[in-house]
Every structure is written in structure tokens, then in C-alpha cells.
């Protein structure tokens, strides 16, 4: 394992990259891409110059993806109810993108947008305390050097990092979008906006379906333009629901196709068996890929993989 | 940084100026009391201190699996917990257990039922105007000094309210999921500005093929899974799952309970076996089940199966 010690180092890699959750912003420098990639038990920094981007290879397991909108959806197999997992992800990411640029983080802030009640902050907690727990893991070394980095590294340091807004209605989460920008502009450490279940609301009786459409649409390009104009990423969340196509009831997306030309990227949850998987499902520059994930008490990290588990029984 | 407190709230909608975020910190369990104890410490560690305030939980489960009792006992202990408040118990299932209540109330405080407020919902829209009158009571406590606050909503069977008015053709399904994200929507809100604490039962249906991890489980030897659908899960935050199993071991004819954790934000996937008395519902660990079941012994068996 080499480090670079650089603000922005060239490559940090861990091993057994997987990936989960992919957020990438550009950093202040035009020619570099800063890439959070959130892998299970390692976290991947690599910044690499335009030119380097264009013929970095994407090794196994390894997704980048550009600045935009990363539209997290859950889905699930055949017959199954959805997990409420997706969660973790949601909540992963907001810790991670604090991770400090000497860890191989981006020390950045998060914002933290709640239609459902679903953030719970001993939960946070306890992924924070787990995220500090593994960097601190794999970087015994540095203790010494950056004295400051670790003061920071406090769970609740994490906890005040995130602005978390909690919405009751669609008409406070569209007041929310538009204050976001003026927010933004005061706030210029935010690294990513997590927006927890961005249809929960839309869902009810809307009597005027072409005015929902509108609405929902407006508040994609907004969050586009805040993706662009502020270098943040944002992950969306959805749900899966039945529809009723051609006599048989069939799992989509909620709130139909015209929502889903909206995001850039999409990542798929679903369970397989016992196992949870992601699903790189659409991407401008990615292949498709899936990769196995579990929740732990530390949060979202590595599947030990099935047939791993039966290599070490015999 | 809080958000302005709402102003004289109108019936329909709170008003605010601005969106301002929240410190996740302040919302730390340390710093307020923000979960109900469920009266049992088995049941709490469960839960990990006992359900949350601010979230809607559900308790699903067949018939006579304790959802009811588990809703009553939780009133009764509203007010005599730290959040030392009072129920609003809406109940589709008609009528409502007066006499069960009456029967588990404690003898010390005679008073404790009038803590809870009891209202009758025979249809969805029927629940949305009832959740109106709620918010309106809820935003103006001084109006009965002598109570506490209600800091307890519990809606016994959401799934009855919609057992009638909906086929299965797809129109109805989707005015049907439509009122669900009205309803859950409304219940989140309420828990949110008033922090109370909401629980939900729900019954459950037979599932014939596929379902995994943890949705299905099995009770009384069928696989079931909580009624209502995906929509439905959609919109509760934490989902208890109530099971029984007949118990093989012959030893005192009775049930084999477990409460399972069928998905929350908060909490892994676990269970935790129960029984139920005549003074309530208690966690148990699973050696002590036998000595348990036999002291309780005829009383508890004859009590199970009052159920509503």
C-alpha cells in the first residue's frame, strides 16, 4: 500500500476494491477530478488529471463517474418487499465525504435533505465511530503527522458537519431546493447533497398529474444546476413500486420514466437470495456491474462472498 | 440552528419563513427524552431503548398475536413514562377493548385512563379528518389543563380501514397506495413537529411463493407477509414483525412468540421471544420461557384467546 501524501494524491488504493455508493466532484482545479469512491472496508482517493482520466483503465470493480446526479434506486427481486437498507447507503455517504484529504477523504460537508424520518442519529453515530475506527486502521502511521486531522476525527465533529433539513410536505421540499442554492453559496464546503426519498412526497392524490410532472422536473434541473454550479454531487433516493403493464404487475421505478431521465447515474438495490446487491445501472462512462454489499454495525461494507465462506469451511 | 417555531399553525399547513438546517448533535438521545419504553427491558434492548419518537413504527402480525395488547399496554405507559404523556388510540376494529384496558390499567393510579383519548375511523378519509382534528389538539395543548400531552398516536389495524371500497383492479390499487402516502404522510408529520411517538398494527396475508429475508416469516405454520403491499412499507420507518409458532415441545401447550425486527433505520435484524400475561406483554429469554408459561399457567391461557 503506498500513500501520497499531496492534497491531492495520485492514486491511494487499499485492497479489494468494491464499489458501493460513487460520488465524484471536480475539485477547484479544472484539469483534476477528485473521485470519492466509497469501497467496504477502503476508501479510494485518486486524482487524476484529464488526460490521465481518459486512459485510466477501470480496473475490476472499480466505477467512476462524472459529476452529475447519482440517482439511487431500490429495487428488488421477483416477488420481494424492499429493504429499508438503502438507507445506510444514504447515510454512508454523508460521513464519508467528511473524511478528512489526509485520510484520502474530502474533509468536505454534507447536506442532508429528510422527507421521510428516517435519519436516526444514534445510527449515525455509530457509522461515524466506525468509519473513524477503519481509517484510523489503515493509517497507523499518521497519528504523528497530522496532529489537527485527528482532533477532527470525533464522531461528533462528523455529526456537526452534516446540515440536515427535515421536510413534511412538497411544498416545503421544493421551498428547501430553492433555498439550497443561496445555502450553497454561503456554505462552499458542502461536497454532497443527499436528498432521502425525493418522490416520498409526490406520491400522494396530486390531482393535476401534468402539474406533478412539471414540478418534479423543475426540481431535477435545479438540482442539476447545483450539481454543476457548486462541484457537489447529488444522490437522490427512490422507490420501486407495481405496475400494471400488459395484464402482470411488474416492479418500477416510482413516479415513472419521465423521472427517470433525470439522473445521470443509477444505482440499483435489490436483494438476491440472502445477499444485497448493487447494480450499476446506468452511467455515461461505466459499464454495468453489480456488486455484493453487506450493513454491519459500522455500516455499509464488503459482502464476505458465499463462496469465500465455504473456502474457509473446508 | 432550529427551525422557527410554527405560529398560531393553521389547520392545514404550518408556516416558515425559511429553511434552516438542523444540528444533527442536538438531536442526540442524550440530550431529550425520545424513545417509549415498552415496560420490559428484553423489549427494550431490543429496541434498543424502546420506540422512537418522531417515526412511525408498525407492528405487524396474524390475529391474536398481542398487537392490540401491545398498543394498550403502551398507552397505559405513556403517562407514566419519562415522555409522561397522553394516547390518542384510534381504532378501526370496532368496538374498542374498554374492558381489557380497564383490566390492565394499574391499580395505583386510577386516573390513567383518562389519559387516553379514544377516537373511532371507519374509512381512510374518515382517519385523514380525525389526523386533522389531531393536529389541531396537538397544536393547542392549553386548551385541557388537566392533561398531558399527547405524545402517543396508535392506529390499531391500518389494514382494516381498507379492507372494504378497494379491488383489486388497478385504479382502485392505486387511489388505494395514493391514501397510504396521504395517511403516512400526515402521521410523519405529526410525529415530527410534536415529537410523539407512532405506532401502527397491521395484519398480515398469506404469501404463497418468493419473498425473502424480511418480509416473509412464518407464523402459525403459513408464510405471511405484512398487508398492504410495497406501498405501505414504503411509508412506516421501523416494521416489527409479530409471530407465533405452536410450541413443539408439549411442555405447556403454549405459543412460542417472537417479536422480529423486520426493518428499522436504527436497529440490525433481530428477535426477541415474549409472552403475554395477564399484566402485559414481557420479553423473555428463551430458557426462562418454560418456567414462565408455567407459573402464569391458567390464567395466561385462558387469556390469550380473548383476542379481538
Known amino acids: 500500500m503506498e500513500h501520497n501524501r499531496s492534497p491531492y494524491p495520485d492514486a491511494v488504493t487499499f485492497q479489494g476494491p468494491r464499489m458501493l ?35 485510466s483503465v477501470v480496473s475490476q470493480g472499480l466505477v467512476k463517474l462524472n459529476w452529475g446526479m447519482l440517482c439511487l434506486l431500490m429495487n428488488t427481486s421477483a416477488a420481494d418487499l424492499p429493504t429499508k437498507y438503502d438507507l445506510f447507503f444514504r447515510i454512508q455517504l454523508a460521513i464519508n465525504v467528511q473524511i478528512p484529504v489526509e485520510y484520502g477523504g474530502l474533509g468536505g460537508k454534507a447536506v442532508y435533505i429528510d422527507t421521510e424520518g428516517s435519519f436516526m442519529v444514534e445510527r449515525v453515530y455509530q457509522i461515524a465511530e466506525g468509519c473513524i475506527r477503519d481509517i484510523l486502521e489503515h493509517f497507523p502511521h499518521s497519528h504523528e503527522k497530522s496532529s489537527s486531522g485527528q482532533k477532527q476525527l470525533q464522531p461528533e465533529h462528523f455529526l456537526a458537519d452534516i446540515y440536515y433539513f427535515r421536510i413534511c410536505s412538497y411544498t416545503e421540499q421544493i421551498a428547501v431546493i430553492n433555498y439550497l442554492e443561496k445555502f450553497l453559496g454561503e456554505h462552499k464546503d458542502v461536497r454532497i447533497v443527499v436528498i432521502d426519498n425525493v418522490t416520498f412526497h409526490f406520491r ?7 402539474l406533478r ?20 454531487a447529488v444522490v437522490l433516493l427512490n422507490q420501486v413500486t407495481t405496475k400494471f403493464t400488459e395484464g402482470s404487475f411488474q416492479l418500477t421505478l416510482a413516479l415513472g420514466d419521465s423521472w427517470s431521465h433525470s439522473c445521470t447515474n443509477r444505482l440499483i438495490l435489490y436483494w438476491n437470495g440472502n445477499e444485497r446487491y448493487a447494480h450499476l445501472d446506468k452511467s455515461p462512462s461505466l459499464p454495468v456491474a453489480s456488486a455484493p454489499y453487506a450493513v454491519t454495525g459500522k455500516g455499509i461494507r464488503d459482502a464476505v462472498s458465499s463462496h469465500h465462506k465455504r473456502a474457509r469451511v473446508t | 440552528m432550529r427551525p422557527p417555531a410554527p405560529s398560531a399553525a393553521s389547520s392545514s399547513s404550518y408556516s416558515q419563513r425559511e429553511p434552516r438546517p438542523e444540528n444533527p448533535l442536538l438531536l442526540l438521545p442524550s440530550s431529550r427524552v425520545t424513545k417509549l419504553s415498552l415496560g420490559c427491558p428484553l423489549l427494550d434492548r431490543l429496541l434498543s431503548g424502546g420506540l422512537p419518537a418522531a417515526s412511525v413504527t408498525e407492528i405487524a402480525g396474524e390475529s391474536a398475536t398481542g398487537k392490540t395488547q401491545l398498543c394498550l399496554q403502551l398507552a397505559l405507559l405513556a403517562p407514566q413514562s419519562p415522555l409522561s404523556a397522553s394516547s390518542l388510540f384510534l381504532h378501526s376494529d370496532l368496538p374498542f377493548p374498554l374492558h381489557r384496558l380497564r383490566r390492565l390499567a394499574p391499580k395505583s393510579r386510577p386516573d390513567i385512563l383518562d389519559h387516553v383519548l379514544v377516537a373511532a375511523a371507519h374509512s381512510p378519509t374518515d382517519l385523514l379528518s380525525l389526523l386533522a382534528r389531531a393536529q389541531r389538539l396537538l397544536a393547542n395543548p392549553g386548551r385541557s389543563p388537566h392533561r398531558l400531552p399527547i405524545r402517543l398516536i396508535l392506529l390499531d389495524s391500518v389494514a382494516s380501514l381498507f379492507r372494504a371500497d378497494f379491488d383489486a383492479s388497478p385504479a382502485d390499487l392505486r387511489r388505494r397506495s395514493a391514501l397510504f402516502f396521504q395517511i403516512s404522510a400526515k402521521l410523519k408529520e405529526l410525529a415530527y413537529r410534536h415529537q410523539c411517538v407512532v405506532v401502527v398494527t397491521n395484519q398480515v396475508v398469506d404469501v404463497l411463493e418468493g419473498g425473502a429475508g424480511n418480509t416473509v416469516a412464518w407464523s402459525s405454520g403459513r408464510r405471511v407477509s405484512p398487508a398492504l403491499g410495497i406501498a405501505w412499507a414504503n411509508c412506516v420507518n421501523t416494521r416489527l414483525f409479530l409471530t407465533r409458532e405452536v410450541d413443539r415441545d408439549g411442555a405447556s401447550g403454549g405459543a412460542r412468540r417472537r417479536m422480529k425486527v423486520a426493518f428499522a433505520p436504527h436497529l440490525p435484524e433481530r428477535y426477541c421471544e415474549f409472552v403475554i400475561r395477564r399484566d402485559g406483554v414481557f420479553g423473555v429469554e428463551p430458557a426462562e420461557r418454560l418456567e414462565r408459561l408455567e407459573c402464569a399457567g391458567g390464567l395466561r391461557s385462558s387469556y390469550i384467546y380473548q383476542h379481538h
Open chain 1, 21 to 55: 455508493g460513487i460520488c465524484s466532484l471536480t475539485s477547484s482545479h479544472r484539469n483534476t477530478s477528485l473521485l470519492v469512491l466509497v469501497t467496504s472496508m477502503t476508501y479510494l482517493v485518486a486524482g487524476f488529471t484529464a488526460k490521465k482520466l481518459l486512459r
Open chain 1, 204 to 210: 400522494q392524490d396530486f390531482e393535476d398529474l401534468a
Open chain 1, 213 to 232: 410532472t412539471r414540478v418534479l422536473s423543475g426540481l431535477s434541473l435545479k438540482l442539476m444546476k447545483i450539481a454543476k454550479t457548486y462541484n457537489l
